[in-house]
T-cell receptor, first 111, second 113 residues
Framework: GQNIDQPTEMTATEGAIVQINCTYQTSGFNGLFWYQQHAGEAPTFLSYNVLDGLEEKGRFSSFLSRSKGYSYLLLKELQMKDSASYLCAVSPGSGYSTLTFGKGTMLLVSP | KAGVTQTPRYLIKTRGQQVTLSCSPISGHRSVSWYQQTPGQGLQFLFEYFSETQRNKGNFPGRFSGRQFSNSRSEMNVSTLELGDSALYLC????????????FGPGTRLTVL
């Protein structure tokens, strides 16, 4: 089966750092994606991790521990425009392009 | 490079009707996946097509079907609509493979009355 858990909501202040956690239990694993989705818009790609460790991309970083079934997305120097839903998704490794998504974490950044 | 396009963007139907949604992938992308997004369930995988063949299917009833054409464009059909089918239907295209980034279209907002 597939199970991906992430917090439903988080709040943070502009300029701060926030960490969004994701835990997963899937029947296969070939990588973990993070997507950002603003209200009324399509999800957009943020990061992809397949090996353990930290991937840094500007203000956003993503970490993966395969042995623990755990990932996090770290957002630094938060801006108001970062208010969005953040989706954790696992590629099951079946050779297909299917992604299994968590229900998303709604992040609200306040001034 | 043009992004993924979906038509129509909004649709209102009544129970029992059927609906067809269309998706045009990014040029060169041969894989098209469909997802249903609702507030309660989040994004749920419907099916994936590659080279006109359905490669994978999610846990949805047979009322949900799809197809892919030789130019990689894809359609999904929902027959005998139910109120619970009201959702945002998202199409995503990728080059293919489990590590391929998926590019999402803007979605079709379906409302069933």
């Amino acid at each position: 089966g597939q199970n991906i858990d992430q917090p439903t909501e988080m709040t943070a202040t502009e300029g701060a750092i926030v960490q969004i956690n994701c835990t997963y239990q899937t029947s296969g694993f070939n990588g973990l994606f993070w997507y950002q989705q603003h209200a009324g818009e399509a999800p957009t790609f943020l990061s992809y991790n397949v090996l353990d460790g930290l991937e840094e991309k500007g203000r956003f970083s993503s970490f993966l521990s395969r042995s623990k079934g755990y990932s996090y997305l770290l957002l630094k120097e938060l801006q108001m425009k970062d208010s969005a839903s953040y989706l954790c998704a696992v590629s099951p490794g079946s050779g297909y392009s299917t992604l299994t998504f968590g229900k998303g974490t709604m992040l609200l950044v306040s001034p | 490079k043009a992004g993924v396009t979906q038509t129509p963007r909004y649709l209102i139907k009544t129970r029992g009707q059927q609906v067809t949604l269309s998706c045009s992938p990014i040029s060169g992308h041969r894989s098209v996946s469909w997802y249903q997004q609702t507030p309660g369930q989040g994004l749920q995988f419907l099916f994936e097509y590659f080279s006109e063949t359905q490669r994978n299917k999610g846990n949805f009833p047979g009322r949900f079907s799809g197809r892919q054409f030789s130019n990689s464009r894809s359609e999904m059909n929902v027959s005998t609509l139910e109120l619970g089918d009201s959702a945002l239907y998202l199409c995503a295209s990728s080059v293919s493979g489990p590590a391929a980034e998926q590019f999402f279209g803007p979605g079709t907002r379906l409302t069933v009355l």
